[in-house]
């Protein structure tokens, strides 16, 4: 009685090689998918900048009043680009001189508000009162450079022409910065009145080439006689660089720590990433194997 011995041939090796190579494939695409999600992009970029407008050209009747505030903050990661804003309006109105009905919104955003108008061409009916506010603060890290500078302002020009002098009341003043960083209470309240009826302030703001933000107030309002106005405006800018990592001292893997005093390989505290992309490597390469051997046995 004879024994029959099976030799693979052409076609049980073609299987065989099929086979592996799925293995591999898979393995391959395992991998694949580890690196994606572990090199994907992290964050996200800031949409376009925000502009605020509010109590432009309302209240032209004589006799009302005008009261309208701004509050921005301002959030920018230099590093990974990453920004947000958080702006607070505040809107009133009533006869002048007399307590507003308000109404006040907050609202945040995931892009920075780089822009402020308000309080422009407004209450020009004569005999009108006009309080307007803007303050901005931007926090600036993640940056190589923290420096700032003073903020340009251009205010009070053309403003508070007839009517019992002195009528201008502002600080900074002459201030006259042509595409100035703050710009308010320009061609304002004309038409006679009180004196020091334009009362207009800057206080000492700064603005950074990394965030500039302008605002723009008060400008062309009030006028018609017996009127009167006051704005003020801030910019801060808080800046913090990036931290700096320090250089680690060379290490000397050959050699025992207890020797020369460097740090042994195994106390290297290698990535954790590389140790477990090793292991997939090797989870798959195994399997690999296991298939393999498997598909063997079965011819």
């Known amino acids: 009685m004879s024994t029959a011995i099976f030799i693979p041939g052409p076609a049980n090796a073609t299987r065989l090689g099929k086979s592996f190579t799925r293995v591999v494939v898979l393995a391959a695409v395992a991998l694949l998918a580890v690196f994606g999600l572990t090199?994907?992009?992290?964050?996200?970029?800031?949409?376009?900048?925000?502009?605020?407008t509010q109590c432009n050209n309302v209240a032209n009747t004589g006799g009302l009043g005008l009261n309208c505030d701004v509050i921005v903050v301002n959030n920018l990661d230099v590093s990974t680009g990453v920004a947000s804003s958080t702006v607070t309006v505040k809107e009133c109105h009533a006869a002048a001189n007399t307590a507003p009905t308000?109404?006040?919104?907050?609202?945040?955003y995931d892009s920075l508000t780089t822009s402020v108008n308000q309080c422009n061409d407004?209450?020009?009916?004569?005999?009108?009162?006009?309080?307007?506010?803007?303050?901005?603060?931007?926090?600036?890290?993640?940056?190589?450079?923290?420096?700032?500078?003073?903020?340009?302002?251009?205010?009070?020009?053309?403003?508070?022409?007839?009517?019992?002098?002195?009528?201008?009341?502002?600080?900074?003043?002459?201030?006259?910065?042509?595409?100035a960083t703050i710009t308010q209470c320009n061609?304002?309240?004309?038409?006679?009145?009180?004196?020091?009826?334009?009362?207009?302030?800057?206080?000492?703001?700064?603005?950074?080439?990394?965030?500039?933000?302008?605002i723009n107030q008060c400008n062309g309002t009030a006028n018609g006689g017996g009127s009167v106005v006051t704005c003020a405006a801030s910019l801060t800018n808080i800046t913090l660089a990036s931290a700096t990592t320090p250089t680690p001292i060379a290490k000397n893997t050959l050699h025992d720590s207890k020797t020369d005093g460097?740090?042994?390989?195994?106390?290297?505290?290698?990535?954790?990433?590389?140790?477990?992309?090793?292991?997939?490597?090797?989870?798959?390469?195994?399997?690999?194997?296991?298939?393999?051997?498997?598909?063997?046995?079965?011819h």
């Open 102 to 108: 308000c109404t006040t919104a907050t609202t945040s």
């Open 187 to 214: 061609g304002s309240t004309n038409g006679g009145g009180a004196s020091d009826r334009v009362t207009c302030t800057v206080t000492p703001s700064t603005t950074s080439a990394l965030l500039p933000v302008s």
């Open 122 to 179: 407004a209450a020009n009916g004569g005999g009108s009162s006009v309080v307007c506010n803007v303050m901005v603060t931007n926090n600036v890290t993640g940056s190589t450079s923290t420096d700032v500078t003073d903020a340009t302002v251009n205010q009070c020009n053309g403003s508070g022409a007839e009517g019992t002098g002195p009528t201008l009341n502002c600080d900074p003043f002459p201030a006259s910065t042509t595409g």
């Open 39 to 52: 090199f994907a992009p992290s964050g996200s970029s800031a949409s376009a900048a925000q502009t605020i």
């Open 262 to 298: 460097f740090v042994p390989a195994t106390d290297d505290g290698g990535s954790p990433l590389l140790l477990g992309v090793g292991a997939l490597l090797l989870a798959a390469l195994v399997a690999a194997a296991i298939g393999a051997r498997r598909i063997s046995a079965r």
